[in-house]
């Protein structure tokens, strides 16, 4: 029986965020996780309606299992937040918080999508000196993105951020302004690739694909039938800061925090940690080749030492929510955190 707790903490900016810590019957024998989820989702993601669920799997394996909320969570009021604010204000707060609650001295991370490359700025800037492993999955130091995603983002950008401050796949169930309706009607007759207008206008929301999160054909009913309520509202100025990376070619800081770089890959890293870099070879929100760039960067620092994982026949959050990521994906994130 799995039991949880929401721990709240004060991000460097007194933005309040929390942590949800899970437990199971097993003790937690090898030490603390933190499991970051992407934009406009929530830590629930990695919780999906499956057999056996990505945290319940870290569990059984004798994982102390921490789900931070960061800025961009849906549980949270819209704000306008960008990676900046994430990477120095609530990626170390939330990293310092676990080691204050479990008294331990490291521990170790796996991120997904903006919680990636959030908490890669952390890392690269030296502000997460504790975490010594980290599995990063999708997108981290070098966005790479389809074709028509890129010049999606060029030409579309600025004009929707005139239009609206935010993004929603809500608006498949309340389209509260003009803008919200027009977006849903032109997602509605655009895309026919199944009959959850929520899942649709994620692929609208992410980029170009028809689905652009997932394969449908990895997901079972209810997982397709519970992301109804697991994807909400994302900011424009996140999109106008990614667009300035996918122009740029790799991550860079927007909002001026003395603490982080302009580039984060014109000097060294200033972390010891251990990476592991994930991709769905179907992925069309980031391409594969995102993560295989950022592997060859730090293994040209360090041969050797850090790993690059593409998997077939898996896209983007499926490889945390498919029906058979337990056997498919699961045991190799397991192995890359032991690693």
């Not at 810590?21 to 996780?33: F, L, M, W």
């Not at 990063?136 to 010049?151: Q, R």
């Not at 900011?235 to 740029?248: N, V």
């Not at 890293?269 to 391409?287: D, K, L, S, Y």
């Amino acid at each position: 029986m799995l039991q949880e707790r929401v721990v709240p903490f004060e991000a460097g900016d007194g933005f309040r965020c929390n942590l949800i810590h899970v437990t199971g019957d097993r003790p937690a024998d090898k030490g603390p996780v933190v499991l970051i989820h992407g934009s406009g989702v929530r830590a629930n993601i990695f919780r999906a309606p499956v057999e056996t669920d990505f945290v319940s799997y870290l569990i059984s394996h004798g994982y102390d299992v921490w789900l931070e909320n960061w800025r961009a969570s849906i549980d949270f009021a819209p704000n306008e937040w960008t990676l900046d604010e994430a990477a120095v204000y609530d990626h170390p707060a939330a990293v310092r918080k676990i080691l204050e609650e479990t008294g331990a001295d490291t521990l170790k991370a796996v991120i997904h999508c903006q919680g990636s490359t959030s908490f890669m700025m952390s890392a690269v800037a030296g502000l997460v000196p504790e975490v010594t492993h980290i599995v990063s999955n999708a997108v981290s130091l070098h966005p790479e993105v389809p074709t028509g995603s890129f010049f999606k983002a060029a030409l579309s950008v600025d004009l929707l951020a005139k239009m609206t401050p935010y993004l929603d796949p809500q608006w498949a169930k309340r389209a509260p302004t003009l803008t919200a309706k027009l977006i849903t009607l032109l997602v509605r007759l655009t895309h026919h690739e199944c009959d959850n207008m929520v899942c649709k206008l994620s692929s609208f929301t992410y980029g170009t694909g028809r689905p652009t999160l997932w394969l449908h054909e990895n997901l079972n009913d209810e997982t397709h039938e519970w992301l109804k309520d697991e994807l909400a509202h994302v900011p424009m100025t996140f999109f106008k800061q990614i667009r300035e990376c996918l122009q740029q070619g790799h991550l860079v800081s927007v909002a001026g925090l003395k603490q982080l770089p302009e580039s984060f890959v014109a000097e060294e890293p200033r972390t010891n940690a251990r990476f592991a870099f994930i991709a769905g070879q179907e992925n069309v929100c980031f391409e594969a080749v995102s993560q295989q760039r950022t592997f060859e960067y730090f293994d040209a620092l360090e041969p050797g030492r850090h790993s690059l994982h593409i998997l077939p026949n898996y896209s983007h959050l499926d490889i945390f929510m498919g029906k058979n990521a337990v056997d498919d994906v699961f045991p190799l994130l397991l192995t890359e955190l032991e690693g």
